[in-house]
């Protein structure tokens, strides 16, 4: 007994090695791999199963893969499930003049480019969105070890959100995040890769107090909202760029309402949009 139960542990073990060779090897999905090896292995066991030394072993291997394998199944069904549901995502669906988009579930991000001047404190190259440690479910551009400010190009790390929207007009872009400090506060936004925000002297400023994310909706220069266009029902992409790292977002909001929030308000915190 004790023997049989050595030789399940043993060929549970190379079974489990043979899976992930497959698997890696070739490239495959993780249910494609343990098919093949499961078929391999059965091959094996058919060819040993007719020598009369083997035969034992044989049916306590058969018992200890077909439990292993599925085991393996059905624990990658339910994974494959959690995926589809939780992570797979097209488009956030606009409804009745709003859509709410998290920072950190964007669709899709562009890297840091080097700046038209050549200079260095323009180049946004290295400089990508990373999760901040210090508010829960906010994005940094980070590094923030040397200053970097793109001015009134789009060079730095951008973050993509498509949205669906089936009503056309124009929609005011609240944004709710945190400046580090005057030199790590702004950045700009826009619709279809052409950013609203470019045509003022500090793109859209972020508050760095107080020392929290909070809601802006104007320039901090002067009272004017940032609005995005949306001509026709359809499908479009929102971005949000860094115009100078160290700055840190944490929702955008787009909405058909005037005066939602002022700069500096901390709430409301309206849910984020579905999406699909």
Partial sequence: MRRE?????????LTGLLYLVITYSLGLSEIAGQAIGFVVILIVGFFLARIDRFRRIVQSYAI?????????VVINIALLRQLTTNTT??????????VVMEAEHFTNELSGRPHSSGLSKRDATGISWQDNRDFSGTLQALPDTQHTNTMSETNGPALLYVINFKTPGKYYVYVRGLGVNVDGDSIHVGLGGTAVSINYVNGLSLLTDPKKPTWVGHHKES???VIVDVPAPGIYTFYLWMRENGVIVDKIWLDRGQGKVNNGDTSPNPSESQCK
């Fill in 5 to 13: 139960v050595a030789i399940q542990m043993i060929v549970s073990g």
């Fill in 64 to 72: 200890a893969i077909l439990a292993l394998f599925s085991m393996s």
């Fill in 89 to 98: 995502c097209f488009a956030f669906l606009e409804e009745n003049g709003q």
């Fill in 223 to 225: 009272d004017v909202n």
